[in-house]
C-alpha cells in the first residue's frame, strides 16, 4: 500500500516568515494530493491540493509543489501569521482504489508573534 | 447547517464496555469513512462505505463494526473497549469514488477508555 512520510513533525517559524513542509510517497499511482490543516480541538480541513498533471499551485500565501518524478510534494506558507499555527497533514490518494487517502503524520506548526 | 455530523462529541467510559459513535452528512456525498486519531496525532483510516457499502476495511480489530444504513449515515460499534482505544475518531465523506474528491471532516468524538 502507499506510504507517505511528512517531515518536520514540528516547525516554528517567525511571523512573517516563510514555513515549508515537505512529503513523500511510495506509490508512482497516487495522483492526487491535498494537504488538510487541523487547528487545536478542531476538524482537519483542505486548505489545498494538487494533481499529478500539475507541478505548482498557489493560492494566497499557501502552494503546493509536486515533482513526480522524485515522489514528493511540499506545502509553502509565506508571510506566516499567527493564525497559520495549526498541524497539516499531506495526503496521498490512490485513484485506482476508489477514495482512498493516506495521510502523513503531520506537521506542528508555531508561528511566534 | 452542520455538513457532518457526529455524536457524542466526548465519550468517556470503562474498559470492557460497548459503545458506538453515530454520524450523519447532509451533502448528498457516496462515501463515507470513519479515521482514528491517536495522541500523537496520527490520522489512520478504518472503514470506508459507498454507498452503503464497505469498500476499505483497514486492519483494525473485529471489536469495531461499522454500519451504514443508508449513504447518509455511517455509525460505528466498539466492543468489549480496551485502554488503546482512547483517541479521537472522525467521521468524513466525499462525494463519489473520484481521488479528486475533497474529505469533509465531522467535529470528532473523543473517547477515553478507564
Known amino acids: 500500500g502507499e506510504n507517505v512520510e511528512q517531515h518536520p513533525s514540528t516547525l516554528s517559524v517567525q511571523e512573517g516568515d516563510s514555513a515549508v513542509i515537505k512529503c513523500t510517497y511510495s506509490?508512482?499511482?497516487?495522483?492526487?494530493f491535498p494537504w488538510y490543516k487541523q487547528e487545536l480541538g478542531k476538524r482537519p480541513q483542505l486548505i489545498i491540493d494538487?494533481?499529478?498533471?500539475?507541478g505548482e499551485k498557489k493560492d494566497q500565501r499557501i502552494a503546493v509543489t509536486l515533482n513526480k518524478t522524485a515522489k514528493h510534494f511540499s506545502l509553502h506558507i509565506t508571510e506566516t501569521q499567527p493564525e497559520d499555527s495549526a498541524v497539516y497533514f499531506c495526503?496521498?490518494?490512490?485513484?485506482?482504489?476508489?477514495?482512498?487517502?493516506?495521510f502523513g503524520t503531520g506537521t506542528s506548526l508555531t508561528v511566534i508573534p | 447547517d452542520t455538513a457532518v455530523s457526529q455524536t457524542p462529541k466526548y465519550l468517556v467510559t470503562q474498559m470492557g464496555n460497548d459503545k458506538s459513535i453515530k454520524c450523519e452528512q447532509n451533502?448528498?456525498?457516496?462515501?463515507m469513512y470513519w479515521y482514528k486519531q491517536d495522541s500523537k496525532k496520527f490520522l489512520k483510516i478504518m472503514f470506508s462505505y459507498n454507498n452503503k457499502e464497505l469498500i476499505i476495511n483497514e486492519t483494525v480489530p473485529n471489536r469495531f463494526s461499522p454500519k451504514s444504513p443508508d449513504k447518509a449515515h455511517l455509525n460505528l460499534h466498539i466492543n468489549s473497549l480496551e485502554l488503546g482505544d482512547s483517541a479521537v475518531y472522525f467521521c468524513?465523506?466525499?462525494?463519489?469514488?473520484?481521488?479528486?474528491?475533497?474529505?469533509?471532516f465531522g467535529e470528532g468524538s473523543r473517547l477515553t477508555v478507564l
Open positions: 451533502l448528498g456525498h457516496d462515501t
Open positions: 494538487i494533481r499529478s498533471n500539475v
Open positions: 495526503a496521498a490518494s490512490l485513484s485506482n482504489t476508489g477514495n482512498q487517502f493516506y
Open positions: 468524513a465523506s466525499s462525494h463519489g469514488t473520484s481521488s479528486y474528491g475533497e474529505l469533509f
Open positions: 506509490d508512482s499511482a497516487s495522483n492526487y
